[in-house]
């Protein structure tokens, strides 16, 4: 199996094969474009969808033509758009699945094209676990009507009613007579289908499928571990530059001016608008020593962020919300509270993190001309192309943005800010340039996770019945920084530079469960952040925003109302959750996890090293996911270690089961590390965390032994709901009840880093 | 400038007129056309830009182009060839590290990939059929941000004891 899936599919390595036309000729025709690396090509330049040339491009690809979506190569191959992008979870070879499934060709020729402004469909690419969900109804669907049109056609051609006709392999025939057969490049290679979509070809039936469903390896592993997968990074274009950004050392600090006589290697020039700096060179190396050791005078600012996290929670806590909804209310909170017979009243506290990708952001730009290009790794360059079309003083018709595999992004990361400082860069000195951001751009900078204060209340009445659930969140909102950058004003150049509004949005930090107690009520708050937008602590979606933080916190705290109502913690869940598809979860992630009932905490162990389990559970859009956790802690170091994850899974059908394993264990990963380590550091003045050292994650010492993933409600009749972030939701929750289950103590603030836990068990713990 | 450096990249005599103190990160990857080596941090931290250098793991964003002079450097894109005339294997075959890892699907993004097969392929040549215990540590530092590191460690199992067979 190899479908091909490059997000440049018009790129060449090397320019063989031009049939005689210059280098000049060329870059003409391919709008000035070089890819320097491999991209699997194979008949994918054919055809009007892929190969956009130079510029005007459409202002819209017009999403109700078949041809935007799909095209048949005079060689047969097939080659379909989708306007999404691969955040590194191998999502082309699933959409390659389902085009190959509808219209009935081998996987291998198929080609998938994603994130590029001129000539994908605009589907803003890709957020919320949305790639399958959206994306793959839309190919779906484009490969029934390719199908149904390939069927008329051969009708016609073959003068036989379509009723006895069949497809495979990419040839139509006559059922009782196969010799009877044409070939879908015979009908329709190298040409547009010219129908527009009508919405009414009927998709395969699922009870059919030959390869949705199949666990087929990804296509690009192989690519990847041979060094020949297509990245951002690998991107150049010829006359390109070098250039680096230099942040404000505190955050507020006023742009004063530069050493101008210093002399430096390479040097061409440093940009400066506001306080928006950076430096431009020959070469790479030259630009990151430059940008180290050039001069720059910065004012000292008033302090701007709390002193410690202490300080922000209190703040969280204490200050008068800007903006509040209520989402849930029954019963008589308040009323409950004073009646119950044990009450619970507790703060649970969830810290800033970081995207910290793998690779800093790089995107390079070409505004040199009256045409815009920009190439970058985010997950959503169609909004991005009007954001540089408003930074270029362009109509959007003269802007291309197209994405190349960045490092895994999970959600608004630094590549928008990245590629619109290289943008405005190319503008200011009139070349093409390439921007690297460096560790510190991609730690310290990077749009964080939000913090939040979250408030519960509970109570259990004389008989032991629950009677309370009260949750309440204190916090800033994740779409400070907005999830997508529609506008100049959305990007950190642009607040650095000042005088620009983003169009920043409330998002409340609120659970989702569906608990039943006689008295519930579920209210967020939120406190104004937007004067953080020039700061490395702006707020912006990061891998299921808010989840972790409101489900660690409601999570851990039905593990309290279960203790205080002296019940197991999952036959309370089963008792008091009201939705059955949640309950099967919780019973399939306990089953496979051999769950004992009995109360928390286990009955105390000999020696330093005791060992614990707990379990969470969480839906997220139509998905819902249990974990299990078992842990090891040392008490005497507070060293944590999850020794098995169980992670019980429904996201209805699944189009490739083997990747949406690895989706899924590689979420519980990340989430565990976010969960034990990670909490971005500041000051009064500054974020501290700028490397690996300052920001650390899990160790693959930190791996678990052992993770059982069971997956259920994988039926072809099932809608399939997303998986890119909801195994992340529930992780912090059951490592914090199996803390609770092996130790007695009730951590309720994230990361459990070692200091932190011997801390909780020297004040808890009287020996 | 001074002399041109001369190394040996992939088995191919190379010479590079850039100044000394350049990381051999940016020379490979800019000026010598390797895809493998990443820039993650500069810092020493991740293991992204990891290349053998005659045979040992080493992190090529803090490797100044001098250290390397004369030396034999081996990239992600060279690894299987490299395997292939050094074991007399069959052309095209991987290195029993990259098999396993197509293997076990190992990647993600696969951006941090290059740095855990280079260093479990120097470590595993010379130590094949490492225990898993021994795995861990040889390969503790490396950074994967996506979470990939347990099929990662899968993979490296299977080629440590692939490579056991294949040395026994
Ligand atoms: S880039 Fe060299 S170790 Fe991170
Ligand atoms: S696979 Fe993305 S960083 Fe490792």
Redesign the pocket.
Known sequence: MSAHIGGVSNGLNGLDGLNGLSRREFLTAMGGMVVSFAVPTAGASVGALVSAGAGPWPEKIAADALDSWLMVGADGRVTAAVGKIDA?MGIGTSFAQIIAEELDVPMESVTIHMGDTATTPDQRGTGSSNGIIDGGSALRSAGAEARAALMAMAAERLKVPQDQLMTTNGVVSVIVAPERRVTYAELVGGKRFDIKMSGKAKPKDASLYQLVGKSLPREDVAQ?VTAKYPYMVDFKLPGMLHARVIRPPQANAKYLGYDAKQKLPGLLNVVTRGDFVAVVCQREEQAIKVARELNVKWSTPAPVFSKSYDALYQRLRETRPDASEENQKNGDVVAALAVAATKLDVFYEYPFQSHA???PACAVADMSGDHAQVWMGGQKPYPLRKAVAELAGLRVERVRVTWLPG??SYGMNDADDAAIDAAFISKEIGKPVRVQYSRADGTAWDPKGPPSAIHLRGGIDEKGEAILYHFESHGYSGRVRPSGTDRFGDSLAAQLIGGYKANSSNLFQLPSESYKFANKRRAANLLDWTPSLNTGLRTAHLRDPDGMATCFASECFIDELAHAAKMDAVEFRLKHLSDARHKAVVKAAADKAGWQTRTSPKSPEHGPVVTGRGIAYAPRSGTVVAIVAEVEINMDTGKLRVTRFVAAHDCGFVVNPLSLVGTIE?NLMQAMSRAMFEAVQFDEYKVTSSDWLSYPVADIADTPDQIDVVIINNTPDMKSTGAGEPATRPVAAAIGNAIFDATGVRIRRVPFSPEALRAAFNKEIKI | MAKPTRLTVNGKKVSVDVALDTPLLYVLRNDLDQHGPRFGCGLAQCG?CTVQVNGEAIRSCVTPLSAVAGKHVTTLDGLADSYVERRKKVAGSLHPVQSAFIEHQA???????NG?VMTAAAYLDKKPGATEAEIRGALSGL??????QMS?LRAVKLASANMAKDTA
């Open positions: 590194g990847k990708c793998m690779g490092p895994g590689a | 992204a990647a993600q993004c696969g951006y941090c990939i855990w950074k994967c941000r996506c979470g990939t990662i």
